[in-house]
């Protein structure tokens, strides 16, 4: 299958080339989408993983940016059955310091904190989910301290996030990121100042559909969430960061714009967000 390619420069908002399905090609995958005119920025899920998106990223001038963070299903005992991409795992619960991630937020290619956030399909009882909501506001304060922008996990639980940014995240934008709430969720972030980013979801599911004819372009973002969720026609192989193109293409259709409109928003949308 050919990888669709286009003329424009794009910005992949959210990638994992920092987890264990790139670690035989990394650099030969960012080699590809740097002579695209392709940018992204690695998300870590953990310290581990936060530590190796800052790693990957100080290997290259220009382009390639790190976020770090804590996920929501790190801070709690979890399985995780992911898909024919990541075998199953059970992770061990990291106890969030954010001494540590100060110190990683030193280098000037980390662009944001997180992935943070709540995922309440994998937390077993309230008190998972006391914990869940504790590390978040801790993250929260580490974004608005360090003046870092957050990019927002959230599963099954956008009442309670919502409610927590609210009350806890004044000062503090950032992205919902892979959305999977509803119309009002998007609403509701967009008037706290946060944009919206969709995947490669949108090219197999019509779900969102509505919510994006009704979100204004300069609120949208664009992203993979590789090596997951691969889009129409790679689905159920590895996704990777150039797949993004198939997202704007999406939205392109949806909102009835060319796709250079998309592109050329989206991607001012990030580095206005981001700084870069």
């Known amino acids: 299958m050919t990888i669709y390619i286009t003329n424009y420069m794009l910005i992949d908002t959210h990638a994992h ?13 960012i080699d590809q989408c740097l002579e695209n005119d392709l940018w992204m920025i690695n998300v870590g899920s953990q310290y581990s993983t936060s530590r ?8 290259y ?8 963070g804590l996920h929501p299903i790190h801070a709690i005992p979890h399985e995780v059955d992911v898909n024919e991409v990541n075998p199953s795992f059970k992770s061990s619960v990291e106890e969030f310091n954010a001494d540590k991630y100060k110190e990683l937020a030193k280098s000037k290619k980390v662009v944001a904190i997180g992935e943070i956030g709540l995922d309440y399909s994998y937390a077993k009882n ?5 914990t869940q909501k504790k590390v978040f506001i801790e993250q929260l304060n580490l974004a608005r301290k360090l003046s870092l922008p957050v ?19 004044e000062g503090v934008k950032g992205v919902g990121h892979f959305f ?8 509701e972030l967009i008037d706290m100042g946060f944009l919206i980013s969709f995947t490669g979801v949108i090219t197999f599911a019509k ?6 004819k009704n979100i204004p372009l300069d609120k949208l973002m664009v992203e993979t969430d590789c090596p ?28 009835e714009v060319s796709e250079s409109e998309v592109a050329k928003i989206t991607t001012k949308n990030a580095k206005e967000l981001f700084k870069i």
């Not at 779900?207 to 994006?212: F, M, Q, R, S």
């Not at 969720?229 to 996704?239: A, C, L, Q, Y």
């Open 180 to 187: 999977s709430g509803s119309l009002e969720d998007a609403k």
């Open 17 to 29: 080339l920092n987890f264990a399905a790139f670690k035989d090609d990394t650099d030969k995958v």
């Open 207 to 212: 779900t969102y559909d509505e919510i994006i």
């Open 52 to 59: 190796r998106a800052v790693t990957i990223a100080e290997k």
């Open 151 to 169: 990019i927002i996990h959230c599963r099954d639980a956008w009442k309670d996030l919502i409610k927590i940014l609210k009350e806890s995240g």
């Open 228 to 255: 997951y969720v691969s889009p129409v026609p790679f689905r159920g192989k590895r996704n990777m960061p150039l797949y993004v193109k198939y997202v704007v293409k999406r939205i392109s259709e949806i909102k």
């Open 126 to 130: 309230d008190t998972d989910k006391k």
């Open 61 to 68: 001038p220009e382009g390639i940016y790190a976020a770090i």
